[in-house]
C-alpha cells in the first residue's frame, strides 16, 4: 500500500464570498481548528447561558416589583361608613389595644374598648371622643363575656358588628417546663386561647350579620417555639383557630386576619415582670429540680431576659398597630401581618428552616444546665 502523506488537501472558503481556495493543511492543523472550533462554541454557550441567566434574573425582579405594585395598589382603598362600623377590642388597659382604640376612634370608627381595670376605662374615656364605649371585661368569664356581648348587640342593631379584635392576653408564667404546673397551662391558655374562643363565639352572629372580620392577635411564638412553658402553646392555638375560623366563615363573607407581632416594648416584654416571674418560679421548684438546672442558671436567666429582651423589644407600637388598623378598615386586608424587623427578617425565615438547624442554633446558644449528661 502507498504510504499516507502527512499532507492533505482541504478545501476552506476564502475571505471573498462563496469562492473557495484549495491548499494544503496538516492533520495536527486540522486538529487544532477543531479545537479552535470547540472551544469558541463552548464560549458562545457560555455567554448565552449568562445573558439567559441575567434575563430569568430580571424577569423575577420585574414580577416581583409588579407583585409589590399590585398589592400596595390593591391594600390602598378603606371601608366606608366608619360611623355605623363598631369595632369591639379586649385588652385595651395597656399596649396595642389602648392603642387602637385611640388611633381608631380618632379616624371615626365605633369603639367599644374592653378594659378589666377602671384605671384603664377612666384613661380612655378621657383620652377618645365621645363616641367612645368602654366596659369591664374578663375574658376568662362566660358571664362577662355573654354581659358584653348583650350590650354590643343592644349598640349595634342592625348594623351587626363591624370587627372583633382579640387583643387580650398573658406573658407569664414563663420558664422550662419542667417548672410548671398543670395549673400554670391553664391559666395562660383560659386568657390567650379560651379568651380568644369566648369573644369571638359571644359575638360571631352580630359580626356575620355585618360580614365583618375578626383579627386575632397571636406571636410570632405561635410560629416558631424556643422557649418553655404555655406562651408558646397558647400562640400556636390561636394560630390553629384562626385557621379554622377563617375557613369556616368565608362562606358567610366574614374574613378572619391575624397579626404576628415580634418583640415590642409593651407588658408582655416588660424585663422587670419576666425577672419576677423566673425568680416565683424557681423559689417553688422541689430541689432535685434546682440541683438539675444548678444555682447559677436562675441568675444567668435574669442576666439575659434584662440584657436580650430590652435591646430585643421595638419602641415603636404603632408599626402593629398600623396592621391592626389597616385589618380593621383596609378593604382588601392581608390574611397574615408580621410586624416588627425581627419578624420579618429573623423569626419567621427561621420557621421555614429545617427543624435540626433551628435547635442546633438556638440549644448552641442556650443558658447551660449543671447536671450535664454524661
Known amino acids: 500500500m502507498k504510504k499516507q ?22 492533520t495536527s492543523g486540522l486538529r487544532f481548528l477543531t479545537l479552535s472550533h470547540q472551544v469558541h462554541s463552548s464560549r458562545r454557550r457560555t455567554a448565552r447561558g449568562r445573558r439567559s441567566a441575567a434575563d430569568m434574573f430580571l424577569y423575577l425582579l420585574g414580577l416581583a416589583v409588579l407583585f409589590c405594585l399590585f398589592r400596595w395598589i390593591r391594600e390602598l382603598p378603606r371601608v366606608g361608613d366608619k360611623a355605623n362600623k363598631y369595632v369591639y377590642i379586649t385588652g385595651c388597659d395597656t399596649g396595642f389595644g389602648n392603642l387602637l382604640t385611640r388611633h381608631l376612634d380618632k379616624i371615626g370608627f365605633r369603639v367599644i374598648a374592653g378594659c378589666y381595670t377602671e384605671k384603664g376605662e377612666e384613661e380612655l374615656k378621657k383620652a377618645c371622643s365621645s363616641n367612645l364605649i368602654t366596659t369591664h371585661l374578663d375574658v376568662t368569664s362566660k358571664e362577662s363575656l355573654a354581659k358584653v356581648a348583650a350590650m354590643i348587640k ?14 387580650a392576653g398573658v406573658a407569664v408564667p414563663s420558664g422550662p417546663c419542667d417548672w410548671h404546673t398543670l395549673d400554670d397551662y391553664k391559666s395562660m391558655l383560659d386568657v390567650n386561647l379560651n379568651g380568644v374562643i369566648g369573644a369571638t363565639l359571644s359575638v360571631l352572629p352580630l359580626i356575620k350579620k355585618a360580614r365583618g372580620r375578626v383579627v386575632n392577635v397571636a406571636s410570632v411564638f405561635g410560629r416558631i417555639c424556643v422557649t418553655g412553658g404555655p406562651y408558646p402553646v397558647s400562640k400556636f392555638a390561636v394560630e390553629a383557630f384562626n385557621d379554622s375560623l377563617r375557613f369556616t366563615l368565608a362562606p358567610f363573607g366574614v374574613k378572619v386576619l391575624c397579626i404576628e407581632p415580634g418583640f415590642f416594648k409593651t407588658s408582655i416584654t416588660d424585663s422587670e415582670l419576666h425577672i ?49 388598623e389597616h385589618a380593621v378598615s ?18 419567621l425565615p427561621m420557621s421555614y428552616m429545617p427543624t435540626c438547624f433551628v435547635d442546633y442554633f438556638f440549644l448552641s446558644n442556650a443558658i447551660p444546665i449543671a447536671k450535664k449528661l454524661q
Open 276 to 324: 419576677k416571674n423566673v425568680q416565683t418560679l424557681w423559689d417553688r421548684l422541689p430541689q432535685d429540680v434546682k440541683d438539675d438546672y444548678g444555682a447559677e442558671y436562675v441568675q444567668k436567666s435574669k442576666d439575659v431576659i434584662k440584657e436580650k429582651v430590652t435591646q430585643m423589644s421595638d419602641g415603636d407600637l404603632m408599626k402593629v398597630v398600623s396592621c391592626m
Open 330 to 347: 383596609a378593604t382588601w386586608p392581608r390574611k397574615r401581618y408580621s410586624p416588627g424587623w425581627d419578624a420579618k427578617f429573623f423569626w
Open 5 to 26: 502523506n502527512d499532507w492533505t488537501k482541504q478545501f476552506l472558503p476564502s475571505s471573498a464570498g462563496g469562492a473557495c481556495c484549495c491548499f494544503p493543511v496538516s
Open 154 to 167: 343592644d349598640k349595634v342593631g342592625v348594623h351587626g358588628l363591624w370587627a372583633l379584635v382579640n387583643n
